[in-house]
């Protein structure tokens, strides 16, 4: 089993910064692209961004040039540094990862329980 572990989320003033983290733990064979995405009330979930194993990464356009995804391999933890923050930045951020847990098997894709990023004065 693969367990993801989302931590740092909290209340920040527009403007502010706030960095997430996300642990995987757990067996598999591969642990592949990771990522983040968030949830805002009577929204449907989209994306934030990906980091591949090689630490390519992709932003979805609202995030770029405020936000940073980062990987540390040898921890299996993505790091989103997010600055700049506005009030619509306000959702659940879940962390994802797609993981090959035996050699030859099909990819699944493991989500974390989300974690709560409010961004107010």
């Known amino acids: 089993q693969v367990q993801l572990v989302e931590s740092g989320g909290g209340l920040v003033q527009p403007g502010g910064s706030l960095r997430l983290s996300c642990a995987a733990s757990g067996s598999w064979f591969s642990l592949n692209t990771m990522g983040w995405y968030r949830q805002a009330p009577g929204k449907e979930r989209e994306l934030v961004a990906r980091?591949?194993?090689?630490?390519?990464?992709a932003y979805a356009d609202a995030m770029k040039g405020r936000f940073t995804l980062s990987r540390d391999n040898a921890k299996n933890t993505v790091y989103l540094q997010m600055d700049s923050l506005k009030p619509e930045d306000t959702a659940v951020y879940y962390c994802?990862?797609?993981?090959?847990?035996?050699?030859?098997?099909?990819?699944?894709?493991?989500w974390g329980q989300g974690t709560q990023v409010t961004v107010s004065s």
């Open positions: 994802n990862a797609d993981v090959q847990t035996v050699w030859g098997t099909i990819m699944k894709t493991y």
């Open positions: 980091i591949t194993r090689d630490g390519r990464t």
